[in-house]
């Protein structure tokens, strides 16, 4: 088994479901809120989607460790950017910034072994964007939709039957939602509730819990 197939093995095996999908209005992500130890619930309550920056946010999925120190470096890295260049950096841009640091994190002398991922998603000024980011470091663009996870042969299958170009938001987060439960009811590693988030040019917006569970009344 070669290094790149034991990476994606190990990455369907992390709990957790997380997608990604482009509306015609922006992007939406979301993600389950359960952490788990193999059979151990760890956490009940993870925020899985994590800000970058006011338009560019990302889903995470792999070592807990790993995740945060990434998130934090990145964060770091395109707020220095942003200062030194006056421009706000490109959702292209975080995207290869998330898998260089990703790449660099697997190749790393380590006893064990780093495994991380992250679906970046966000809106700059040429347009909307989605790229999934792997544990070996790769980027690729999606111009539909994408999913990591346990959980995400359950999603896929919802994602696929459903999905259209000219989806709206609130149409994409009542797909999200749809595929995220398809997960919860199956895939015994996702669980602890549905974050969902929207991002446009006006910002990032979430969905909170509440509104999840009364069906979803977004204006």
Known sequence: MSVNDELKGQLIKTGTTTIGIVCKDGIVLAADKQATADYFVAHSRV????PITKNIAVTTA??????????????????????????EPTVKEAANLFSTVLYHNIRKFSPIMGIAAFIVGGVDDNGHWLYDTAPDGAALEYKDFVSTGSGSI???????SEYNQDITLKEGVKLALKAINSSLKRDVA???GVDVITITKEGIKKVFAEEVKSGLTLK
């Open 47 to 50: 925020d899985k989607i994590v």
């Open 62 to 87: 792999g070592l807990v460790s790993d995740i945060q120190l990434i998130c934090k470096l990145t964060r770091a890295e395109l707020k220095l950017k942003t200062i030194r260049t006056k421009q």
């Open 190 to 192: 996702t669980g602890g």
């Open 154 to 160: 359950l999603a896929y299958g919802v994602l696929e």
